[in-house]
């Protein structure tokens, strides 16, 4: 094996150009309705070692990097890619509740962390005393997880997803009901003809790990000329690439912090980078950011994935908010 390079860093230019995925490389679903796009990294080689082979102009198609979902719904903005098949068009809802008209309703969530996150929904079912009892059961990703039985009232229900349906990336909920009803059907002075299933003034996504809800979050960064990434907690992107032999994944991670206290004792991010091939994903590199401990040098060996097309997904969560920046994140050949 050759001599490592020792002042090697790599330039990260992230370009983006327009274009539609239901689905990738990685197996991570996409809503065909999200405006996703093509991500273009082309890595310069900055200060090379003359002697040692610098993999240049990587081409890797991929999604922007996406973050993790938490309120869905009251929401100002981008409520729509969330809530998929069987809600009402968002522009046509009066106050702050929205009905579902037919049997079923689906949405869509982004998941970061390894904890499992929890649903919860506020709402109730149409309600009459002749109409029969309405039950609610809650499918991800094809599985069928918990079935309750709704309460006439106005109600919060709280249903831990499972950690091994949910995973990194886009998930799908599905919400069926027992029956949608017509009030005109119970209440022969209404004229109110349209089919109810029942009311939802709340839908979220609450994060596994504890992390406290950051109203101002702010949005992913890259910096070309610095060749930094910027991701705040709960976030990833994931990009594909063909690796070559004697080659590895390089670069550099920094933690800063909001507080230095997370709901279990002192704040943490982690910081995780994967590679998915055929038979599922695996953990090359990671590192836990501390307030004491706040960065950690990114080395991963990729020769196992010689000649293959793989994708790499980077991610950052945690107890805390903050932001992770990667440094010179690129692939150098020994």
């Known amino acids: 094996m050759g001599r490592e390079v020792e002042s090697n860093w790599l ?3 992230p370009l983006m150009t327009p274009a539609q995925r239901s689905r990738n490389p990685g197996g991570t679903r996409f809503p065909a309705s999200a405006a996703l796009s093509m991500a273009v990294l082309v890595v310069v080689a900055c200060d090379a070692d003359p002697a040692s082979e610098i993999l240049s102009e990587l081409l890797m198609p991929s999604a922007p990097i996406e973050l993790g979902t938490g309120v869905i719904f009251p929401r ?33 969530f982004f998941q970061v962390a390894d904890r499992p996150p929890t649903f919860v929904v506020e709402a109730r079912p149409f309600a009459h005393p002749d109409a029969p009892q309405q039950r609610l059961t809650v499918v991800l990703n094809d599985v069928e997880i918990d079935t309750v039985d709704m309460r006439p009232q106005w109600t919060t229900y709280e249903i831990d997803l499972p950690a091994a349906v949910v995973h990194p990336g886009w998930n799908v909920i599905e919400l069926r009901f027992a029956q949608s009803l017509r009030p005109a059907d119970f209440d022969p002075e209404s004229d109110d003809r349209r089919t109810l299933a029942a ?10 790990a504890g992390r406290p809800e950051w109203p101002k979050r702010p949005a ?3 910096d070309a000329d610095e060749a930094v990434i910027e991701m705040p907690t709960d976030s990833f992107f994931e990009a594909r690439i063909t690796p070559r032999r004697r080659e590895e994944l390089v670069g ?30 695996l953990r090359v590199w990671e590192s836990e950011l501390r307030p004491g401990a706040p960065s950690a040098s990114v080395r991963a060996e990729l020769a196992g994935w010689a000649g ?27």
């Open 11 to 13: 330039c990260i230019m």
């Open 76 to 108: 100002e903005q981008g409520a729509s890619r969330f809530l998929m098949e069987g809600w009402p068009p968002q522009q046509t809802l009066e106050g702050d509740s929205m009905w579902v008209h037919r049997k079923w309703a689906q949405v869509g």
């Open 199 to 208: 009311l939802f003034r709340r839908l979220e996504i609450r994060n596994g």
């Open 220 to 222: 992913p960064r890259f």
């Open 252 to 281: 550099a991670a920094e933690a800063d912090f909001l507080t230095s206290e997370g709901p279990e004792g002192a704040a943490s991010i982690r910081a995780v980078v994967e590679v998915i091939d055929a038979s599922g994903p």
């Open 308 to 334: 293959q097309e793989v994708v790499v997904r980077v991610r950052v969560f945690g107890n805390t908010n903050g932001v992770v920046r990667w440094r010179g994140l690129g692939t150098i050949v020994k």
